[in-house]
């Protein structure tokens, strides 16, 4: 896929979406110290939501019921899997063809998802692997305990992995699920998102969380979309429609940068802090 002219697809420089204002050297935003830009930067648990949120009724079973402890890590747990593009398959990225059987490929709006992982410091991460998942055009899963009532495509196994760059660059194809509901409250829906993990720099660091779609109006809806604090921290969420990566007659592009840390760090469901 051509990038637009104006984007930064080389070097170290992050999207100006991500540029901030940094800390003097040697200090992070919160102003610990770095080492030498190895460390990790200190959490800010502001910026995630609370573990427990009634109106989210799982989280009432699922928060901790104690104080969090923290503990050093170890270096199994700083040092990270090996990836490289021979572990994957042809169509592992092409969520619209590595299931089906038909050459058409699913039923669905065809897009295609692009971005870059980079640390708190603009560094790209290279090598990481990417995984998604999610929900059919009609937004059912393909899943044994799935309940809603919309069928399934049967060209559609809605999971796909891919591999960044050296420059950090990631990039799939895939259909645009459907929103569905969901036993939540009366007439819960959730909308439209795919979900993703990622390997960062740590083995023991395997971040997962999901994103949305710019211009869904039932992203504000959302009651698990309304635990996050603020409208800041919800945007780094949301793939922005990218119609000068489109491929014409074929999909529109959706551009979606994942942070690993720092101030604008992306939200993590099972990480809070980041990687």
């Known amino acids: 896929m051509t990038a637009p002219a104006d984007d930064k697809r080389v ?17 992070t935003p919160g102003g610990q110290r770095d080492n030498v830009g190895n460390s990790y930067f200190m959490r ?6 609370p573990a427990l949120t009634p109106l989210y009724k799982t989280s009432v079973t699922r928060s901790p019921q104690r ?4 503990f050093a890590t170890t270096l199994s ?12 398959g042809p169509l592992d990225n092409d969520l619209i063809h590595n299931f089906a059987s038909d050459p058409a490929g699913a039923i669905g709006p065809r897009i295609v998802v692009y971005g870059r992982v980079i640390d708190e410091m603009g560094r790209p991460v290279p090598n990481t692997l990417i995984e998604v998942w999610q929900a059919n055009a009609g937004g059912r899963y393909r899943h044994k305990k799935e309940g809603y009532l919309a069928p399934l495509d049967p060209n559609f196994g809605g ?12 990039e799939f194809r895939t259909i645009q699920p459907g929103p569905y509901p969901w036993p939540n409250g009366p007439n ?21 969380s999901q994103f949305y779609f710019e211009g869904d109006p039932m992203i ?30 074929d999909a529109r592009a959706y551009r979606f940068d994942i942070v690993l840390r720092g101030r604008r760090q992306t939200l993590f469901e099972n990480r809070m802090e980041g990687l």
Do not use: Y
């Open 188 to 208: 819960d829906w959730r909308p439209a998102h795919i979900h993703f993990s990622i390997f960062g720099h740590a083995f023991a660091q395997r971040l997962i």
């Open 220 to 249: 504000w809806q959302c009651p698990i979309v309304k635990t996050i604090p603020t409208k800041e921290a919800i945007e780094t969420l949301v793939a922005k429609l990218d119609m000068g990566a489109t491929i014409p007659m």
């Open 44 to 49: 800010d648990r502001s910026w995630h939501a």
């Open 159 to 170: 999971c796909g992995r891919t591999i960044t760059d050296e420059n950090g660059w990631f």
């Open 77 to 88: 747990e700083e040092t990270s899997p090996v990836f490289g593009n021979d572990t994957l």
């Open 11 to 27: 070097g170290g420089e992050p999207n100006a979406a991500f540029r901030e204002k940094k800390s003097a050297p040697g200090q």
């Open 67 to 70: 104080a969090p402890l923290s």
